[in-house]
């Protein structure tokens, strides 16, 4: 039961960790006025810092992993918003369909290519693993 307790702490620590991340991006995209959103700069930071193993990634795996679980309830309220174009939807409906389609199976095949290629290059790295 301890465990378990320390585990959901964990993860919540975690998850308040990359918020801070979140909101210092958003604050470096509004204090020095860049084209970038915060989102993407906190993405970045988060990157560069995980990458350079000032931070580790046990810090923040678990946090996470459990957004990215969670992550499809996010999409709900978006989705039920989209009841209100309906007329919208009749008229272009067809075009909005085949955008994200194209959209996402481009997005899935650079994915894939990334994660190939970093595998093979992990392989490269470390061929007795």
Same mark, same amino acid.
Request: include cysteine.
């Given at each position: 039961?301890? $465990?378990?307790?320390?585990?959901? %702490?964990? %993860?919540?620590?975690? %998850?308040?960790?990359?918020?801070?991340? $979140?909101?210092?991006?958003?604050?470096?995209?509004?204090?020095?006025?860049?084209?970038?959103?915060?989102? %993407?700069?906190?993405?970045i /930071? /988060?990157?560069?810092?995980?990458?350079?193993?000032?931070l580790?990634?046990?810090?923040?795996?678990?946090?996470?992993?459990?957004?990215?679980?969670?992550?499809?309830?996010?999409?709900?309220?978006?989705?039920?918003? +989209?009841?209100?174009?309906?007329?919208?939807?009749?008229?272009?409906?067809?075009?909005?369909?085949? +955008?994200?389609?194209?959209?996402?199976? /481009?997005?899935l095949?650079?994915?894939a290519?990334?994660?190939?290629? /970093?595998?093979?290059?992990?392989?490269?790295?470390?061929?007795?693993?």
């Open positions: 039961m301890l $465990s378990c307790v320390m585990r959901i %702490i964990q %993860i919540i620590a975690q %998850i308040a960790l990359i918020f801070c991340f $979140s909101l210092s991006g958003d604050w470096v995209s509004e204090t020095f006025q860049l084209p970038l959103p915060g989102n %993407i700069i906190s993405l /930071l /988060l990157y560069v810092t995980l990458k350079s193993r000032l580790p990634l046990v810090a923040v795996e678990r946090g996470g992993t459990f957004l990215l679980f969670v992550m499809p309830l996010f999409f709900v309220p978006a989705l039920s918003g +989209i009841m209100d174009y309906t007329t919208f939807l009749r008229a272009s409906g067809l075009q909005v369909v085949l +955008i994200v389609v194209v959209s996402s199976l /481009l997005t095949v650079g994915s290519y990334i994660v190939d290629r /970093l595998a093979h290059r992990k392989e490269a790295v470390n061929p007795h693993e």
